[in-house]
Protein backbone atom coordinates (compact mmCIF):
# COMPACT_ATOMS: atom_id res chain seq x y z
CA UNK A 1 0.00 0.00 0.00
CA UNK A 2 1.90 3.49 -1.05
CA UNK A 3 1.98 6.23 1.32
CA UNK A 4 -1.33 8.83 1.13
CA UNK A 5 -2.26 11.73 3.24
CA UNK A 6 -5.87 11.92 4.56
CA UNK A 7 -5.61 15.79 3.78
CA UNK A 8 -4.05 15.24 0.43
CA UNK A 9 -6.76 12.85 -0.73
CA UNK A 10 -9.83 14.77 0.81
CA UNK A 11 -8.15 18.51 -1.28
CA UNK A 12 -7.70 16.16 -4.37
CA UNK A 13 -10.94 15.13 -4.47
CA UNK A 14 -12.89 18.01 -3.37
CA UNK A 15 -14.33 17.12 -0.41
CA UNK A 16 -13.08 19.77 1.32
CA UNK A 17 -10.56 23.36 0.00
CA UNK A 18 -7.20 24.47 1.18
CA UNK A 19 -8.39 26.50 3.97
CA UNK A 20 -10.72 23.87 5.55
CA UNK A 21 -7.25 21.59 5.52
CA UNK A 22 -5.28 24.05 6.93
CA UNK A 23 -7.47 25.21 9.77
CA UNK A 24 -8.44 21.63 10.63
CA UNK A 25 -4.20 20.77 10.42
CA UNK A 26 -3.82 23.86 13.13
CA UNK A 27 -6.88 22.36 15.09
CA UNK A 28 -4.75 19.08 15.33
CA UNK A 29 -1.78 20.62 16.11
CA UNK A 30 -3.44 22.30 19.21
CA UNK A 31 -5.48 19.92 20.67
CA UNK A 32 -3.92 16.65 18.75
CA UNK A 33 -6.02 13.27 17.45
CA UNK A 34 -6.63 12.41 14.14
CA UNK A 35 -7.06 14.98 10.79
CA UNK A 36 -10.34 13.43 10.35
CA UNK A 37 -11.53 14.15 13.74
CA UNK A 38 -10.31 17.44 13.88
CA UNK A 39 -12.42 18.07 10.14
CA UNK A 40 -15.39 16.10 11.53
CA UNK A 41 -15.14 18.53 15.15
CA UNK A 42 -14.67 21.66 12.85
CA UNK A 43 -18.00 20.77 11.08
CA UNK A 44 -16.61 20.85 7.65
CA UNK A 45 -17.88 16.69 6.71
CA UNK A 46 -19.84 14.29 8.37
CA UNK A 47 -18.02 11.07 9.82
CA UNK A 48 -20.03 8.66 7.68
CA UNK A 49 -18.91 10.74 4.21
CA UNK A 50 -15.26 10.41 5.30
CA UNK A 51 -15.60 6.82 6.00
CA UNK A 52 -17.31 5.91 2.59
CA UNK A 53 -14.89 8.22 0.62
CA UNK A 54 -11.82 6.50 2.54
CA UNK A 55 -13.29 2.89 1.83
CA UNK A 56 -14.55 3.87 -1.67
CA UNK A 57 -10.53 5.61 -2.19
CA UNK A 58 -8.56 3.00 -0.79
CA UNK A 59 -10.64 0.18 -2.17
CA UNK A 60 -11.29 -1.05 1.87
CA UNK A 61 -14.76 -2.49 3.48
CA UNK A 62 -16.60 -0.89 5.68
CA UNK A 63 -17.48 -3.18 9.31
CA UNK A 64 -19.63 -2.19 11.80
CA UNK A 65 -18.04 -3.40 15.20
CA UNK A 66 -21.30 -3.06 17.22
CA UNK A 67 -22.99 -5.82 15.42
CA UNK A 68 -19.75 -7.85 15.12
CA UNK A 69 -18.78 -11.04 17.64
CA UNK A 70 -14.93 -11.28 17.45
CA UNK A 71 -13.72 -14.05 18.98
CA UNK A 72 -11.30 -14.18 22.23
CA UNK A 73 -7.94 -15.69 19.88
CA UNK A 74 -8.42 -12.96 17.23
CA UNK A 75 -8.46 -10.29 19.96
CA UNK A 76 -5.44 -11.69 21.52
CA UNK A 77 -3.31 -10.96 18.32
CA UNK A 78 -3.32 -7.11 18.41
CA UNK A 79 -2.14 -5.86 22.53
CA UNK A 80 -4.66 -4.03 24.15
CA UNK A 81 -1.50 -0.67 24.07
CA UNK A 82 -1.58 -1.35 20.60
CA UNK A 83 -5.16 -0.73 20.07
CA UNK A 84 -5.17 1.66 22.35
CA UNK A 85 -2.25 3.73 20.40
CA UNK A 86 -3.26 3.28 17.43
CA UNK A 87 -7.39 2.80 17.89
CA UNK A 88 -7.62 -0.39 16.30
CA UNK A 89 -9.37 -3.65 17.01
CA UNK A 90 -8.55 -6.86 15.36
CA UNK A 91 -11.68 -8.85 14.35
CA UNK A 92 -10.68 -11.22 11.25
CA UNK A 93 -8.24 -13.89 10.40
CA UNK A 94 -8.42 -14.97 6.78
CA UNK A 95 -6.22 -16.90 4.52
CA UNK A 96 -6.17 -15.47 0.83
CA UNK A 97 -3.83 -17.27 -1.55
CA UNK A 98 -2.15 -18.82 1.17
CA UNK A 99 -0.95 -15.77 3.18
CA UNK A 100 -2.81 -15.29 6.50
CA UNK A 101 -4.19 -12.05 6.66
CA UNK A 102 -5.54 -10.19 9.80
CA UNK A 103 -8.52 -7.95 9.22
CA UNK A 104 -8.12 -4.60 11.48
CA UNK A 105 -10.89 -2.11 11.87
CA UNK A 106 -9.53 1.52 12.29
CA UNK A 107 -10.73 4.96 11.63
CA UNK A 108 -7.96 5.85 9.73
CA UNK A 109 -6.61 3.86 7.24
CA UNK A 110 -4.30 5.78 6.02
CA UNK A 111 -2.22 5.47 8.99
CA UNK A 112 0.78 3.44 7.36
CA UNK A 113 2.95 3.12 10.77
CA UNK A 114 0.03 1.70 12.52
CA UNK A 115 -0.26 -0.96 10.07
CA UNK A 116 3.33 -1.73 9.72
CA UNK A 117 3.40 -1.82 13.68
CA UNK A 118 0.06 -4.55 13.72
CA UNK A 119 1.78 -6.46 11.00
CA UNK A 120 4.95 -6.81 13.13
CA UNK A 121 3.59 -7.11 16.40
CA UNK A 122 0.89 -9.81 15.37
CA UNK A 123 3.00 -11.66 12.55
CA UNK A 124 0.62 -11.60 10.11
CA UNK A 125 -0.19 -9.10 7.07
CA UNK A 126 -2.93 -6.56 8.15
CA UNK A 127 -5.62 -5.89 5.76
CA UNK A 128 -7.51 -2.67 7.01
CA UNK A 129 -11.35 -2.23 6.85
CA UNK A 130 -12.90 1.37 8.11
CA UNK A 131 -14.90 1.65 11.17
CA UNK A 132 -16.03 4.79 12.95
CA UNK A 133 -13.88 6.22 15.82
CA UNK A 134 -16.97 6.00 18.68
CA UNK A 135 -17.34 1.91 17.50
CA UNK A 136 -13.75 1.09 17.72
CA UNK A 137 -13.40 2.81 20.99
CA UNK A 138 -16.79 0.75 22.19
CA UNK A 139 -15.35 -2.35 20.75
CA UNK A 140 -11.90 -1.72 22.72
CA UNK A 141 -13.80 -1.32 25.86
CA UNK A 142 -15.88 -4.39 25.44
CA UNK A 143 -13.47 -6.99 24.28
CA UNK A 144 -10.30 -5.89 26.02
CA UNK A 145 -12.05 -5.18 29.77
CA UNK A 146 -11.15 -1.70 29.93
CA UNK A 147 -12.58 1.35 30.63
CA UNK A 148 -11.65 3.57 27.56
CA UNK A 149 -11.96 7.50 28.21
CA UNK A 150 -14.32 8.88 25.84
CA UNK A 151 -16.13 5.90 25.18
CA UNK A 152 -19.86 5.91 24.14
CA UNK A 153 -22.42 3.84 25.23
CA UNK A 154 -24.39 4.91 22.40
CA UNK A 155 -23.84 6.90 18.53
CA UNK A 156 -24.52 10.10 19.49
CA UNK A 157 -27.60 11.02 17.21
CA UNK A 158 -26.87 13.12 14.06
CA UNK A 159 -28.07 17.13 14.99
CA UNK A 160 -29.74 18.74 12.03
CA UNK A 161 -27.54 21.61 11.40
CA UNK A 162 -31.04 23.83 10.70
CA UNK A 163 -31.87 23.08 13.95
CA UNK A 164 -29.11 22.90 15.68
CA UNK A 165 -27.46 26.91 16.60
CA UNK A 166 -24.06 25.66 17.47
CA UNK A 167 -23.91 23.97 14.29
CA UNK A 168 -21.17 25.59 11.53
CA UNK A 169 -22.96 27.55 8.81
CA UNK A 170 -22.34 26.11 5.62
CA UNK A 171 -20.20 29.03 3.86
CA UNK A 172 -20.13 28.67 0.38
CA UNK A 173 -23.52 30.37 0.41
CA UNK A 174 -22.49 33.32 2.32
CA UNK A 175 -20.43 36.56 2.06
CA UNK A 176 -17.69 37.67 3.62
CA UNK A 177 -19.52 40.53 5.83
CA UNK A 178 -22.12 37.63 6.36
CA UNK A 179 -19.13 35.35 8.09
CA UNK A 180 -17.84 38.06 9.69
CA UNK A 181 -21.23 39.08 11.48
CA UNK A 182 -22.08 35.44 11.79
CA UNK A 183 -18.55 34.95 13.78
CA UNK A 184 -19.10 37.85 15.88
CA UNK A 185 -22.43 37.01 17.24
CA UNK A 186 -20.47 33.54 18.23
CA UNK A 187 -18.26 35.34 20.09
CA UNK A 188 -20.85 37.50 22.02
CA UNK A 189 -23.35 34.63 22.78
CA UNK A 190 -20.32 32.78 24.24
CA UNK A 191 -19.31 35.88 26.15
CA UNK A 192 -15.94 36.17 24.26
CA UNK A 193 -17.07 39.86 23.32
CA UNK A 194 -19.15 42.51 25.02
CA UNK A 195 -21.48 45.09 24.04
CA UNK A 196 -18.11 47.75 24.31
CA UNK A 197 -16.06 45.45 21.85
CA UNK A 198 -19.37 45.20 19.63
CA UNK A 199 -19.58 49.10 19.40
CA UNK A 200 -16.26 49.14 17.55
CA UNK A 201 -17.25 46.56 14.72
CA UNK A 202 -20.22 49.14 14.15
CA UNK A 203 -22.31 45.84 12.62
Known amino acids: MKKVRLGDMLLEAGVIHEF ?8 QRQL ?10 LGYLDEDTLLNFL ?18 DIIKL ?19 NGVKQLYVAMSDPT ?14 QVRPAVASEDSVIRAIKRYYGIDVPGAKDKPAPVK ?18 DKLRE ?21
Open 78 to 96: VPVNKALEYSVVPFGLKEV
Open 111 to 124: NLVAIDELKFVSGY
Open 183 to 203: LIKILVDKKVLDSKDLERFKL
Open 55 to 72: AEQMDLSRVDLDAASIAE
Open 160 to 177: SAANDKSAPVKSASMSTD
Open 32 to 41: GGRLGASLIR
Open 20 to 27: QLNSALSF
